[in-house]
Structures are given as structure tokens and as C-alpha cells.
């Protein structure tokens, strides 16, 4: 799901990280700095016409609540940033929509399997919601974007043997797929384009 405004910039130059948009707006120096590796408080257009979003769910403060040694919150806002991110539940998507107020969005259904035949060396799963560490966050590190044969191998002990955390359950589903630098041909796997616009959510 994406704000409905990025739909000409997908058409043109598909799912993109933020740092790829980054790069497609020529950003660079300490406003680059600030979009990149600290949290965004508000939705941001940049001069492209893409639209960033707000990071308000996981502040510095929670981060460094919940970050594995040796990483501080400007690390994480990275490892955010440079990947593409899919919902694997409706129900994800939609709490986010909700989040979004009456922002119109577009949302893309894509076919995971032909995505994953070609991307699979740039695809991790995760187990929790990467974008949030409200309440009582789940720790994290660099390890929590588990490689998608990694997961196919042993589902999520890379995951618990890196971070030193209990082994999840193999029942445990993945909350996101999320590919590096983003799915430059995403069309080619999307099934279904739907919008939603005020009060109206994603219904299978």
C-alpha cells in the first residue's frame, strides 16, 4: 500500500526503497542526512512527486529500547529505508490504512511467487513490523530481515541464533516481505490495483 499520488512514479520507475527515491530526486548533503537516518515526522513530496511517509511509530527513544549491541536509531531509519516493503495479512494493511486518515491510497496485490522467483536473493522476511516500536517493541537488529532462503531453510533461527532471542514458532508468520532497493518491474507481478480513498479499506 502506497499513497495514491505515487501511482505515476511506480508506473514509471516501479516500487522504489526511499533511497532509491532519494536518488531519483537528486538529494543529497544534510537534507538527504535528515530524510535517511533520522525519523521523519511528517510525510514528505519530494521534488520528483513521490511521497515518503512519517516514521512516527518508531522514535528514537523506543529504538534505543529494543536495538540490538551495536546499533543506534540512525541505523535502523537505514535499514528501513532501503528496502521495499510488502504486507503478507490484510489486516496489517489495513491498521496502517487506518493510520493513514483520509489519505488516499493505492493499494498493489502482487503475486508473491513470480516475485519471489525473480527477487528472492534481495527478499527477507521478517517477523514483526520492522516500522513500529510502540508499546512493548520486539527486539531487533540488522538479523530481524531474515534472507528469504535462510527462512525457507530453517525458518527463523538465523534470526533467534544472531540476536540471542528465543526461537519463534515455525507456525510464527512472517508480518513483511521487504526487498532491497526496491522492485523495479513491479507491474509485472501486480494481479490486482485497487484505490482507496477516505473510510474505505482493502476487502479480499
Request: net charge positive.
Amino acid at each position: 500500500m502506497t499513497e495514491a499520488s505515487n501511482w505515476t512514479s511506480i508506473r514509471h520507475h516501479g516500487l522504489l526503497s526511499t533511497s532509491r527515491l532519494l536518488n531519483l530526486a537528486g538529494l543529497d548533503g544534510d537534507e538527504r542526512y535528515d530524510l535517511e537516518r533520522r525519523q521523519r515526522l511528517r510525510a514528505r513530496r519530494l521534488s520528483n512527486g513521490a511521497v515518503i511517509r512519517d516514521q512516527l511509530p518508531v522514535s528514537p527513544a523506543a529504538l534505543e529500547r529494543c536495538l540490538a549491541s551495536g546499533l543506534v536509531p540512525e541505523d535502523w531509519y537505514v535499514e528501513l529505508n532501503r528496502r521495499a516493503f510488502f504486507w503478507l495479512d490484510p489486516r496489517r494493511l489495513n491498521r496502517q490504512r487506518r493510520a493513514c486518515g483520509s489519505s488516499s491510497q493505492i493499494v498493489l496485490t502482487v503475486d508473491a511467487h513470480c516475485l519471489l522467483s525473480r527477487y528472492a536473493r534481495r527478499a527477507a522476511l521478517t517477523p514483526i513490523n520492522t516500522g513500529n516500536a510502540r508499546r512493548s517493541p520486539a527486539r531487533r537488529g540488522r538479523e530481524t530481515f531474515v534472507p528469504f532462503d535462510k527462512w525457507r531453510e530453517s525458518g527463523w533461527s538465523w534470526e533467534a541464533a544472531v540476536l540471542q532471542t528465543p526461537l519463534r514458532s515455525p507456525s510464527h508468520p512472517p508480518v513483511e516481505l521487504a526487498i532491497a532497493d526496491g522492485v523495479e518491474d513491479v507491474l509485472d507481478f501486480v494481479v490486482d490495483v485497487r484505490r482507496l480513498d477516505a473510510g474505505e479499506y482493502f476487502l479480499l
